[in-house]
Structure formats: structure tokens, C-alpha cells
């Protein structure tokens, strides 16, 4: 049975990055936390945080602050932002488009919106969000046991999402490619790859998915986009995901250097 809160797995990010002439661009995405013991991670897009990675006309943006709102306690919609330093790395290889920020006993300034209704008297403390396992990553053994046609679900805050309390939506669909095999198609560089047929939408770079193993559920990957059909470059139906062993690398890292990291 697939537990209802892998919806809420989603999380909603929001980037400012400053131009080299000073102007301003927000960026929204998707991210995941994923805790291991005390230690908490969230995962989004690489291109989330370094413009320029997908498109060089934003070469010379710098990522200034950023915050993550969702939907905690099955009942509370929140926003956080850090209120010092966070330290983030990327994987070795340089087209896989993952990142994950260390916010291991980080200072967050939360604020939640109250319910309609709801006592104003009433202390609202520090929400409780759903975190991925770090025991739910998927392993190589895992991806070998796994078959194309697998069901996979998504959840997200792409542009469609619940507005009407703030909540994230989900997609589902299968894994279309051998998840033993690093998927690769023309235009794209060798990189840990799936690709899965569930249409990913603006909004939801950076989800996590999910595939469903014998009864259980475990995290495949993060989504990254879509793949287009040209030569009109309308969407094909299919999506790819970086494998879970990029999260896991980038953790280690974190975990092995305090210093060389990104920092915000």
C-alpha cells in the first residue's frame, strides 16, 4: 500500500539570484529532505541554484538567499529560510543535475499560515516535515531487481499544484528504461539516468520519485525535466530522473569536508 505522505515528501522552493548589472530572478522549483540519524539534507535541481547551468545568458548569477515552504503535519502550510550559512555540493560528474544542502542543525525562521477559523492565540511551534529515509535511496541491488514498467509517482509543486491550501500534486506513470542501465539518448551526456514515462511540468524540477518495489516504495531518483520530440519540441510523454546514488555522493562529500563547498 503506498503511504499517503510520500505526497507530502514535496517541497516548494523558491531561489533569488542576483545579476552581474544587479537585477533580480526568482526561481521555483521542487525539493526533498532526506534525513540519516540527526542529519538532514534537502535535494533539488542543480539548475535551480547555478542559472547558467542549463542556459549561459544567466552566466554571472550569483544564488542570494532561498527559502522552502509545504505542507507539514498533514495540516499546516509553512515557510522556512535559513538564517546562516548553508554549505551545498554537486556530484563529481558535472551533467548530472542534482544538489543537496547540508542543514544539519541549521537556525531555519519558520512562519505558518494559520487555518481558516483557527484560534490567532493559538502557538504555532516548529512545523514537522516529511523526510525521506536516507534507507529509502535506492541502492544498485535495488536498481537490478527492478524492472522497466515499475510504477513510479512524483510528487511536486509544479505549476498546477493545490492552491487551494497550498499542497503539493501528484503524477504517476512507469519506469521506462532498464534501471540497471544509465538511460542516454542523442543531446545528453553520460550521467546516472532513468527515464520514466510521466510527463514532468514547470514547477517540478527537482522532485523526488518514487518507484514501488514488491510492496515498497523507494526513491529512484530526482526528476530533472522532460524529454522533447523535435522538431516542434512538443513534450514526448517522457521524463528521466538522476539515479539515488547521486544524493548519496553528495551526502559523503558533505559529510567528508567542512570546507571547498558551496555556500549560501
Same mark, same amino acid.
Do not use: W
Given at each position: 500500500?503506498?503511504?499517503?505522505?510520500?505526497?507530502?515528501?514535496?517541497?516548494?522552493?523558491? /531561489?533569488? +539570484?542576483? *545579476?552581474?548589472?544587479?537585477?533580480?530572478?526568482?526561481? +521555483? *522549483? #521542487?525539493?526533498?529532505?532526506? =534525513?540519516?540519524?540527526?542529519?538532514?539534507?534537502?535535494?533539488?535541481?542543480?539548475?535551480?541554484?547555478?542559472?547558467?547551468?542549463?542556459?549561459?545568458?544567466?552566466?554571472?548569477? =550569483?544564488?542570494?538567499?532561498?527559502?522552502?515552504?509545504?505542507?507539514?503535519?498533514?495540516?499546516?502550510?509553512? %515557510?522556512?529560510?535559513? #538564517?546562516?550559512?548553508?554549505?551545498?555540493?554537486?556530484? #563529481?560528474?558535472?551533467?548530472?543535475?542534482?544538489?543537496?544542502?547540508?542543514?544539519?542543525?541549521?537556525?531555519?525562521?519558520?512562519?505558518? =499560515?494559520?487555518?481558516?477559523?483557527?484560534?490567532?492565540?493559538? #502557538?504555532?511551534?516548529?512545523?514537522?516535515?516529511?523526510?525521506?529515509?536516507?534507507?529509502?535511496? !535506492?541502492?544498485?541491488?535495488? /536498481? =537490478?531487481?527492478?524492472? !522497466?514498467?515499475?510504477?513510479?509517482?512524483?510528487?511536486?509543486?509544479?505549476?498546477?499544484?493545490?492552491?487551494?491550501? %497550498?499542497?503539493?500534486?501528484?503524477?504517476? *506513470?512507469?519506469?521506462?528504461?532498464?534501471?540497471?542501465?544509465?538511460?542516454?539518448?542523442?543531446?545528453? @551526456?553520460?550521467?546516472?539516468?532513468?527515464?520514466?514515462?510521466?510527463?514532468?511540468? @514547470?514547477?517540478?524540477?527537482?522532485?523526488?520519485?518514487?518507484?514501488?518495489?514488491?510492496? @515498497?516504495?523507494?526513491? /529512484?531518483?530526482?526528476?530533472?525535466?522532460?524529454? /522533447?520530440?523535435?522538431?516542434?519540441?512538443?513534450?514526448? *510523454?517522457?521524463?528521466?530522473?538522476?539515479?539515488? %546514488?547521486?544524493?548519496?555522493?553528495?551526502? @559523503?562529500?558533505?559529510?567528508?569536508?567542512?570546507?571547498?563547498?558551496?555556500?549560501?
Amino acid at each position: 500500500m503506498l503511504d499517503r505522505r510520500l505526497l507530502y515528501a514535496a517541497q516548494r522552493i523558491s /531561489l533569488m +539570484h542576483l *545579476g552581474p548589472d544587479g537585477s533580480m530572478k526568482e526561481v +521555483h *522549483g #521542487t525539493c526533498f529532505f532526506v =534525513k540519516s540519524d540527526a542529519e538532514l539534507y534537502a535535494v533539488t535541481n542543480r539548475h535551480n541554484l547555478d542559472l547558467a547551468f542549463k542556459d549561459q545568458k544567466y552566466v554571472g548569477y =550569483k544564488l542570494e538567499h532561498f527559502k522552502i515552504a509545504g505542507f507539514a503535519d498533514n495540516d499546516h502550510y509553512y %515557510e522556512g529560510a535559513p #538564517t546562516e550559512p548553508i554549505r551545498f555540493v554537486f556530484p #563529481t560528474n558535472q551533467f548530472e543535475d542534482v544538489a543537496v544542502f547540508d542543514l544539519t542543525n541549521k537556525q531555519i525562521q519558520y512562519r505558518r =499560515k494559520r487555518k481558516q477559523g483557527e484560534d490567532p492565540n493559538l #502557538t504555532l511551534g516548529v512545523p514537522s516535515v516529511f523526510a525521506v529515509e536516507a534507507s529509502m535511496l !535506492a541502492h544498485s541491488d535495488d /536498481l =537490478k531487481r527492478m524492472t !522497466a514498467g515499475a510504477p513510479i509517482f512524483m510528487p511536486s509543486y509544479s505549476l498546477h499544484y493545490d492552491r487551494s491550501s %497550498e499542497r503539493p500534486v501528484m503524477r504517476s *506513470g512507469i519506469v521506462s528504461s532498464d534501471p540497471d542501465s544509465d538511460y542516454l539518448t542523442d543531446g545528453q @551526456e553520460p550521467a546516472r539516468r532513468v527515464l520514466y514515462q510521466a510527463q514532468s511540468a @514547470e514547477g517540478a524540477s527537482g522532485a523526488p520519485v518514487f518507484a514501488l518495489m514488491d510492496t @515498497e516504495a523507494v526513491l /529512484l531518483g530526482v526528476n530533472a525535466g522532460q524529454l /522533447l520530440l523535435p522538431p516542434s519540441n512538443v513534450p514526448s *510523454g517522457f521524463s528521466y530522473c538522476f539515479k539515488a %546514488e547521486c544524493i548519496r555522493e553528495c551526502v @559523503e562529500e558533505l559529510r567528508r569536508r567542512d570546507t571547498g563547498c558551496g555556500l549560501i
